[in-house]
């Protein structure tokens, strides 16, 4: 008897949860079998270790062109809403993506502070006042204000200016 059960959101204080191409999958959810199920007969007593035949474990071009494409190819925009910014930096910490310590997640968790979260927070606040021309103004108003009076102008000039030029050295 096969039961079927949505696959749970991602959750921070979920160790082995992951992002497995554009969608929250839990580590032993991958194959579709929920956690502490198994592939074996309803009859034999289930020790709670999912069991994945060995033909799943084969590495196959196919499967590794499958990975890169989900790894490559970004959500459909109009269908799956990003993640919450806790999301990511849960995912960063504790994701099965590497292991739990080592190089690579020491480097992906400073990418993660010094890159990912201040573009996603910044395109997030730039995208929330773009949706509505109301907020567009107002904010408009308040950055020629901000820039024309007091020290707005030496703080465009020296500080923000230089911070675009080396955001878009970097990123262009």
């Known amino acids: 008897m096969t039961t079927t059960t949505q696959r749970p959101k991602f ?20 194959n579709g079998v929920p956690s502490g199920t198994s592939h074996a007969d309803p009859g034999i007593a289930d020790s709670g270790k999912v069991h994945t035949p060995r033909s ?30 806790t999301d990511l ?7 099965t993506w590497t292991r739990a310590d080592g190089l690579a997640r020491t480097v992906g968790v400073a990418w993660l502070y010094a890159v990912a979260l201040p573009v996603t927070v910044a395109c997030r ?17 308040l950055w020629l204000a901000f820039i024309k009076t007091g020290g707005g102008p030496w703080i465009a000039d020296n500080l923000i200016r230089p911070l675009i030029d080396v955001a878009a050295a970097v990123l262009l």
């Open 125 to 141: 606040y730039l995208e929330w006042v773009a949706q509505r021309p109301g907020r567009a103004v107002v904010v408009l108003g």
């Open 11 to 30: 959750s921070p204080r979920a160790q082995d949860s992951a992002t497995f191409g554009n969608s929250n999958v839990r580590s032993a959810d991958r």
């Open 89 to 95: 930096r849960a995912y960063a910490h504790h994701g």
């Open 56 to 85: 799943q474990n084969v590495i196959t071009t196919a499967k590794v062109l499958a990975a890169a494409r989900a790894y490559f190819v970004p959500p459909k925009l109009l269908t799956n809403p990003p993640p919450a910014v």
